[in-house]
């Protein structure tokens, strides 16, 4: 009954922009959205999936892989129950798979650990083009 959305994927050149967003949806979500630590991840051709972002609940606590910060943002409106990524200054190595992910791990600092992640998104699909 829990479903996770993601949307906004497309093709973008170098040095480009582009936000995801995260829809949740179903009896879980409708109103305990605010309950579940979200995050970003993704996964290239080849490649294992990626921690990207992750946000605690009331979004005040944020965590950034390495290799996207300072370029990327990931926000909530829990009112919406929606999760996003906005991505900024965007790379080659920016593409892949997009997955948005929901956690019920219990801590005050957002998970970055796949494996904490309780439900995922279909993914959509990011390329940056050279």
């Known amino acids: 009954q829990v479903q996770l959305v993601e949307s906004g994927g497309r093709l973008v050149q170098t040095g480009g922009s582009l936000r995801l967003s995260c829809a949740a949806s179903?009896?879980?979500?409708?109103?305990?959205?605010?309950?579940?630590?979200m995050g970003w991840f993704r996964q290239a051709p080849g490649k294992e999936r990626e921690f990207v972002a992750a946000i605690s609940r009331g979004g005040g606590t944020i965590s950034y892989a390495d290799s996207v910060k300072g370029r990327f943002t990931i926000s909530r409106d829990n009112a919406k129950n929606t999760l996003y990524l906005q991505m900024n200054s965007m790379k080659p190595d920016d593409t892949a798979v997009y997955y948005c992910?929901?956690?019920?791990?219990?801590?005050?600092?957002?998970?970055?650990?796949?494996?904490?992640?309780?439900?995922w998104g279909q993914g959509t699909q990011v390329t940056v083009s050279s």
């Open positions: 179903g009896r879980t979500f409708s109103s305990t959205f605010s309950s579940y630590i």
């Open positions: 992910a929901a956690s019920r791990y219990i801590s005050t600092v957002p998970t970055t650990t796949p494996n904490d992640y309780n439900y």
